[in-house]
């Protein structure tokens, strides 16, 4: 019996791809837009609301392209839904800029097109991490977050 | 130590007889410096010469007797005081007198057992080491020297793949392959990742080889774990269907032979850890474990050696060079 001396490193044998899953769409389709911030009411009643847009293949996803209408404390529910009943870490949200809600200020405080654009950059990150996060797609409160019209806060928590 | 030059000291020194044919093998101390020690395998005589130089010439030296020992201890860190020696075997070299003048004196340990390989680790260490003492009346002179056994093994009879399917259901499902279960220190890890479904985006894969030494028993085992490789086999998304090779040459890391239990006191075991990263940095990741073993340099000859003196000593050391000896496993059986 010969001891082999020189390793054989020889690829391994491997199926060849089939060609429609080398050039067609990817399963792993999933973009979440948030932009359009439109600021509502009057005063000190005033709010801003982004639009939320989602387009996937993710079968987990029953419709695959929506478009609501969200605003900053509708993520922070989220994120509290999240961080009570999954067992994820929860990237952060942009900050609550809470001095900018003092009043005295020189510019428009939590109006101002520039903190407006920061938001909205911070939203939209947090989405797509934990959109793309295989336990928080399990989570009711993200698909109601995403596809729903409205966030019902009664609603009944659980896995989907 | 002597008393301000009054009476006599003695200098002792441990030579081998073979010191220069002998190859030295490299070995990292506990500390992190390297150094090199004379090479030895199981089964070898270790034999040499123990020189006593007297610093004052003329006097004399007292001694309660001169031995030499070779000793094969296992050492943890945590409980330093307490030694577990498993092989401990001593010659006398001079019975209690007076030496008048410096003396060398030769010594044998015949076809000495070194049942484990020398190795410093994180929290243990197992030494071999020869030491000679001159026991006198207040403090003894003594000298210590380390050497360093590999333990060798030949190709295992079988050597399977490892080939498994694993993943997050609906999320990510992967088949891995690794060409064998068991590899030399030299050898190349040959194997291939299989994509089945892909629903989360990755951003690239790594392999890494991860040291886990175990020491303690019972309820109180440690493991200490140490990342010896990183590297990359994947960057970009992979979609369902494509295969990515793995090719990972060992020889240039720096690793031991699996220890198993040795003496009952510590292991040290290698993983392979397969990681994916996607794109929010978060790692899925599957460890399996892989066999390490060392392959001899000149595996024929040493083997051959090594099964003699094996034979002799299991069965009586007055077997003449030219009988002969049970051939080695692997090798056709004689009857003899």
New interface residues.
């Given amino acids: ?1 010969s ?1 082999p001396t020189v ?6 044998n ?2 060849p ?2 060609l429609t ?2 050039y067609g769409p ?3 389709f ?1 973009e979440i837009d948030v932009y359009d911030p439109q600021t509502v009411g009057v005063g000190r009643n005033r709010f801003t609301t982004y639009e939320v847009r989602m387009r996937t293949n ?3 996803f029953k419709t695959k392209d929506t478009c609501v209408r969200r605003r900053y404390s509708d993520f922070e529910w989220l994120k509290n839904e999240l961080e009570r009943d999954s067992k994820i870490v929860v ?1 952060p949200l942009p900050g609550k800029a809470l001095k900018r809600q003092l009043p005295f200020r020189g510019d428009e405080g939590i109006f101002e097109d520039s903190f407006i654009e920061e938001r909205r950059v911070g939203l939209e990150q947090f989405i ?2 934990i959109a ?3 336990l928080a797609q399990n989570e009711r409160c993200l698909h109601m977050f995403l596809q729903d019209e409205s966030i019902d806060r009664n609603y009944i928590p659980g896995k989907v | 130590m002597s008393f301000f030059g009054f009476g006599q000291s003695a200098e002792v020194d441990i030579v081998l007889n073979d010191a220069e044919t002998r190859k030295k093998a490299e070995h990292k101390t506990e500390d992190g410096k390297k150094d090199k020690y004379f090479l030895f395998y199981d089964g070898e005589t270790v034999s040499g010469k123990v020189n006593v130089t007297l610093k004052n010439p003329g006097k004399r030296l007292e001694h309660y007797g001169i031995k030499i020992e070779f000793i094969g201890q296992i050492e943890l860190y945590y409980d330093r005081g307490n030694h577990h020696e498993f092989v401990s075997l001593v010659k006398d070299l001079a019975r209690p007198g007076e030496l008048s003048h410096s003396q060398s004196f030769d010594f044998e340990f015949t076809h000495v057992e070194k049942p484990y390989e020398t190795y410093t680790g994180q929290n243990v260490k197992l030494r071999y080491f020869l030491r000679a003492t001159i026991s006198r009346r207040l403090n003894d002179v003594s000298k210590e020297m380390d050497i360093v056994v590999h333990t060798l093994s ?2 295992p009879e079988l050597n399977s793949s490892i080939k498994m399917e694993v993943g ?1 259901e ?3 499902h992967i088949e891995f ?1 690794y ?1 064998k279960s068991k590899y030399h220190l030299k ?2 890890i ?3 990742i ?1 994509f089945l ?5 990755i951003k690239h894969m790594e392999i890494d080889i991860i040291k886990r030494e175990t020491t303690g028993t019972g309820p109180s085992v440690y493991h200490e774990n140490d990342t010896i490789a990183k590297y990359e086999i994947m960057d970009g ?1 992979p ?5 990515i ?1 793995i ?1 990972l040459f060992l020889a240039g890391y720096e690793m031991t032979p699996t220890m198993r239990d040795i003496n009952k006191k510590f292991s040290v075991r290698y993983y392979l850890n397969l990681v994916l990263i ?3 940095e ?1 790692r899925y990741f599957k460890q399996q474990e892989i066999t390490l073993w060392r392959k001899g340099d000149i ?1 024929r000859r040493s083997m051959s050696q090594q099964a003699t003196i094996a034979s002799q000593r299991f069965e009586g050391s007055d077997r003449s060079s030219s009988e002969k000896v049970p051939e080695p496993k ?2 056709k059986e004689d009857s003899s």
């Fill in positions: 019996m001891e390793a054989d490193t020889r690829r391994l491997s199926k791809q089939d899953d080398a990817p399963s792993n999933l993710l079968p987990i990237p797509n991490r793309g996060h295989p | 030949t190709y997050i609906d999320c990510l392959e060409n050898d190349v040959v194997g291939k299989y479904l892909v629903r989360i985006k998304a979609v369902r269907g494509e295969s090779p090719r996607d794109e929010e978060r595996v692997e090798e």
